[in-house]
């Protein structure tokens, strides 16, 4: 019955709005995709060519070191930022000490702040303490930024299972690191993982940030990106960025869900 209420009813003016929407965020996209097969530089379509995918294979070394470097440090600081905001969250939803409604409170203040306000404190922070900037710079750099989403969204999840289920495991001989292993981490898992994905996908696109911390030989692909673009924009990068919504779109819709099946038999 509420099926057929719904036929009956038609497109409503919020579906337009959300095709607006949604046709707005994605028709970039499409466009980019599009013109990574253009046989020519220009923005004319002149005909289909696979030549810039070629360039991307054969002949851009330049571009795929800095995404290797994007790569490290994305999954690198994602890993460092997701160990230490589980434990955060895990430290401050279990047990009650002086100063929990502090951290909690503080734990939000890099996503509250400016990135051009968290890139200078940074780059001051480095030049006071001697450290050279590098690759080194820009991993401690973005697993701050990241710890916060990570320490949110897995306290997110450890909010909603019953603490019964750990005083249960206790009452049955658990120590407190069988505890951690065996109860609050599979529990914790899918905001676990959504913090993981979330670090690497925020770690992958940040520029300024990056832009302040970063030394020679430590490109990332963002501040790559920007220095080509300034001569204008090589199809490469379309094709590049192409393989990459491709991926993306491979490896999260089968991981999405495996998430929700793990998070509804939990």
Known sequence: MRSARLGRKGITFSDYVYGGA????????????????????????????????????????????????????????ATAATILGSLAAVGTSRFKFRGRQAVKGLSSMPMILPEIVVGVSLLVFFAGIGLKLGMWTIFIAHTTFNLPFVYLLVDARLEEFDPSVIEAARDLGADEVQTLLKVIVPMALPGIASGFLTAVTLSLEDFVITFF????????LPLYIYSAIRFGVSPVINALSAVMVAGTIALVYPLRNFLKAFAARA
């Open 22 to 77: 949604v046709l707005f965020l994605f028709l970039p996209l499409f466009v980019l995709f599009f013109y990574s097969f253009n046989s020519s530089k220009s923005g004319t379509w002149t005909g289909f060519s696979l030549v810039w995918y070629e360039k991307l294979l054969f002949e851009s070394p330049t571009l795929w070191r800095a995404l290797l470097n994007s790569a490290i440090i994305a999954f690198g600081s």
């Open 213 to 220: 911390v970063s030394g020679p030989g430590s490109t990332t």
